[in-house]
């Protein structure tokens, strides 16, 4: 079993910045992907963003493409999540997930609100 803890939410104004950050416990070597989730208010909880963690490689939401980045600190076990030129319709909950190399019981974070302000 994979523990997964997301922290890095908060407030910023429409143009801004954040970085999330999951920190993964627990029985790392069985994760297949890290993956980024959110959820705004009365929607289901959407992809936005990917990394394998044999290959490194990465895949994102459109709606997310050439704004955020998703990347993994090897020795902390922690991926991270940069956003950038925030929108406000970037307000959501967010979610990391971790896509396990058997079986099809992910692991979910407990989930970081960001907001962003027009």
């Known amino acids: 079993q994979v523990q997964l803890v997301e922290s890095g939410g908060g407030l910023v104004q429409a143009g801004g910045s954040l970085r999330l950050s999951c920190a993964a416990s627990g029985l790392t070597s069985s994760i297949y992907t890290m993956n980024w989730f959110r959820q705004a208010p009365g929607r289901g909880r959407l992809f936005i963003a990917g990394?394998?963690?044999?290959?490194?490689?990465?895949n994102y939401a459109d709606s997310v493409k050439g704004r955020f980045t998703i990347s993994r600190d090897s020795a902390k076990n922690t991926v991270y999540l940069q956003m950038n030129d925030l929108k406000p319709e970037d307000t959501a909950v967010y979610y990391c997930?971790?896509?396990?190399?058997?079986?099809?019981?992910?692991?979910w974070g407990q989930g970081t609100q960001v907001t962003v302000s027009s």
């Open positions: 990394f394998n963690w044999d290959t490194a490689n990465t």
């Open positions: 997930a971790a896509r396990p190399l058997y079986g099809t019981i992910w692991s």
